[in-house]
C-alpha cells in the first residue's frame, strides 16, 4: 500500500543496502581492487538515482499529500534530513565522472565531502524520521 510511513521504510531499507554496497567498494580500494570499487559503485549509482527518481514520482505526481501527516517537529527533522540529502544527490554524478575520467585529486577531494554528506543523509533519514 503506497502510504507515507510505507514509503518512508521502504527508503530506510534502501539507503541502508546502498549504504551497505559503498562500505563494500570502499573495503575493495582498502584491498586495492580500484576496479571492483568503480563497478560497485555504477551500480551504487544507479540505484541511488533511480530510488530519487521513485520518490520524485511518488511525491510530485502521484500523491503530493503523502508526506502531510508529518508534524512540526518532524517537519524540522526533514527540512535537515535535505540539507545533506540534496547536495549528495548533486556530488554523485561529479563522483561518478572524476572516478571515470580518472581525475584521481578531484575525486578524492569530493570523496570527503561526499562521506561527510552521505553520514549525515543516512543518520538523519533511517534514525529521525518517523516511519510510524
Ligand atoms: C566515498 C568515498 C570514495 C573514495 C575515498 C573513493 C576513492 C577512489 C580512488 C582513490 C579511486 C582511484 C582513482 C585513481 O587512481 O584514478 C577511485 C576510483 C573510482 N571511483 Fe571512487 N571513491 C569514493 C566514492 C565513489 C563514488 C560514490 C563513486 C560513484 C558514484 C565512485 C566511482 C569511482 C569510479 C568509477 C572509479 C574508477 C574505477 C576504475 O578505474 O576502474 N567512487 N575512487
Not at 518512508?8 to 580500494?29: F, G, M, P, Q, R
Request: aromatic fraction near 10%.
Amino acid at each position: 500500500m503506497l502510504t507515507g510511513p510505507n514509503v518512508i521504510l521502504v527508503l530506510k531499507i534502501a539507503v541502508s543496502a546502498v549504504t551497505l554496497l559503498l562500505l563494500l567498494s570502499l573495503l575493495a580500494l582498502a584491498r586495492g581492487n580500484r576496479r571492483l570499487h568503480g563497478r560497485i559503485n555504477i551500480v551504487f549509482f544507479v540505484l541511488t538515482i533511480s530510488a530519487l527518481l521513485a520518490l520524485e514520482v511518488i511525491v510530485r505526481l502521484i500523491d503530493p499529500t503523502i508526506f502531510d501527516y508529518f508534524d512540526v517537529p518532524m517537519q524540522r527533522n526533514l527540512t535537515i534530513h535535505f540539507c545533506f540529502a540534496i547536495p549528495s544527490a548533486c556530488l554523485l554524478p561529479l563522483m561518478l565522472y572524476t572516478g571515470l575520467r580518472q581525475h584521481r585529486e578531484i575525486h578524492i577531494f569530493l570523496a570527503g565531502m561526499f562521506s561527510a554528506l552521505w553520514i549525515g543523509t543516512f543518520i538523519s533519514g533511517v534514525f529521525f524520521l518517523s516511519h510510524h
